[in-house]
């Protein structure tokens, strides 16, 4: 009988756990709320609260609604969002993250401080944690991906350098050096690590927890930037790793003879997923 954990380490970050709880409150409360985006990038979870009542919009819809409540996710919204609420007389309930909120305000500070600064983004182009970064600039951020953005960045000017809340650090350090190497020293350039440890530490526990088993289950929407980081770390250093977004995903054959499985998940995976998952993989094997 092949031994089944999850790794406990795994799960909603508390930015999420506080979006959600908010959420929560007010559907208890009311049976209605609007929300802005996806509450949380898996859709087992949206699919869950959509049957208490909460109703996903976007900001076109947003645009058209009048004398109603809508929640802010964990992610952020740029100053655009509250304008139209104020407008609109809609009342925000507020749950964006506090760590993307003290970001949001160093980068609002470093651009209305600073005269004509350039203001780089490391981060996911159009992710919405971003789209509330770069509003803090009235859009004029360069938000870069990689070293192929690097192209983007002028040189010739003074850089502010600044990192989606959760980017990779490894990746993150390996930007500020190639920046570092173009700009010579010939003009200012100042970096500033705002990646959530919480997210960030996760990196190294996942990579002990995918060591210690010989299989790897990890469950993650497909639309979550932090999955796909913490995925690809689980399948570095343990082969026998697996991407599922649901139970009903698992192949049995990857189960075939291994005695110790491990269950993993990103900062977006509700923990009762999880526990479905393993329900799953003791059924099977």
């Given at each position: 009988m092949a031994v089944v954990e999850i790794d406990q380490g795994s799960g909603f970050c508390f930015g999420v756990v506080t979006a959600i709880r908010k959420a929560e409150?007010?559907?208890?409360?009311?049976?209605?709320?609007?929300c802005l985006g996806d509450i949380v990038h898996n859709s087992n979870e949206v699919e869950r609260l959509e049957r208490k009542g909460l109703e996903t919009i976007t900001h076109e819809q947003l645009k058209n609604l009048h004398n109603v409540k809508v929640l802010l996710r964990a992610h952020g919204e740029p100053p655009e969002t509250y304008e139209i609420a104020r407008r609109n007389n809609i009342e925000i309930i507020d749950a964006t993250c506090p760590v993307v909120l003290q970001l949001q305000r160093r980068i609002h500070s470093t651009y209305n401080t600073l005269k004509n600064p350039q203001i780089i983004i490391y981060g996911k182009n159009g992710h919405a944690e971003v789209n509330g970064l770069v509003g803090q600039t009235n859009g004029e951020a360069i938000v870069i991906q990689?070293?192929?953005?690097?192209?983007?960045?002028?040189?010739?000017?003074?850089?502010?350098?600044?990192?989606?809340t959760t980017k990779s650090l490894h990746g993150f350090r390996n930007i500020v050096k190639k920046i570092a190497e173009r700009n010579g020293g010939k003009h200012t350039f100042e970096s500033y690590d705002t990646i959530c440890r919480q997210v960030a530490n996760r990196i190294d526990k996942i990579r002990e927890f995918a060591k210690a088993h010989e299989l790897i289950i990890f469950v993650s929407g497909k639309k979550s930037s932090n999955g796909k980081i913490l995925f690809a770390e689980c399948i570095d250093t343990n082969p026998s790793s697996y991407l599922i977004s649901?139970?009903?995903?698992?192949?049995?054959?990857?189960?075939?003879?291994?005695?110790?499985?491990?269950?993993?998940?990103?900062?977006?995976?509700?923990?009762?997923?999880?526990?479905?998952?393993?329900?799953?993989?003791?059924?099977?094997?």
């Open positions: 409150e007010e559907l208890d409360k009311s049976g209605h709320l609007y990689d070293e192929q953005d690097l192209s983007n960045i002028d040189f010739d000017r003074d850089i502010y350098l600044y990192s989606q649901a139970e009903d995903e698992i192949n049995p054959e990857w189960l075939k003879g291994k005695g110790s499985i491990g269950i993993c998940g990103a900062t977006s995976t509700p923990m009762w997923l999880m526990n479905k998952v393993k329900e799953r993989i003791e059924k099977l094997v």
